[in-house]
């Protein structure tokens, strides 16, 4: 099998530690992980880790996926979204996991985003 990564298609492995940026080219965080629905397979959600030093008080921002966009020429994600509009996102810490079944919590992510609430896969 060949190493390379078909253009529309790549591993989760691949994608975690992928850097994420704003339209401005700045670097926001790297992805951490990727949240999909168990039953329909769809990516539902990045998260993104943001701040802290050496783990100490990272953040964890879940992105829908549908607002990321893969930069080949940056080699990583970019999302329309600055820092300071990043510091009022919804974010969990690293201690804490979200209920992902909660329609309530992915209701306020994707609105926050802007994005239409994909449906459940229950």
Do not use: C
């Not at 993104?48 to 990272?58: A, P, V």
């Not at 009022?88 to 804490?96: F, K, L, S």
């Not at 979200?98 to 209701?107: A, F, K, N």
Request: hydrophobic share 30%; charged share 30%; no cysteine.
């Amino acid at each position: 099998m060949s190493d390379t990564v078909s253009p529309s298609n790549i591993e989760a492995s691949r994608v975690t530690g992928t850097n994420v940026y704003n339209r401005a080219g700045e670097t926001l965080g790297e992805i951490y992980d990727v949240v999909i629905g168990k039953r329909d397979g769809r990516v539902k959600y990045a998260i993104m880790s943001f701040g802290g030093f050496l783990g100490i008080g990272e953040e964890y921002h879940p992105l829908p996926w549908d607002q990321l966009e893969y930069d080949e020429r940056q080699g990583g994600y970019v999302v329309d979204l600055d820092r300071d509009r990043l510091e009022g996102a919804p974010r969990y810490a690293r201690n804490e996991r979200p209920d992902w079944d909660d329609r309530e919590y992915g209701r306020r992510v994707d609105d926050f985003y802007g994005s239409p609430l994909l449906p459940a896969s229950v």
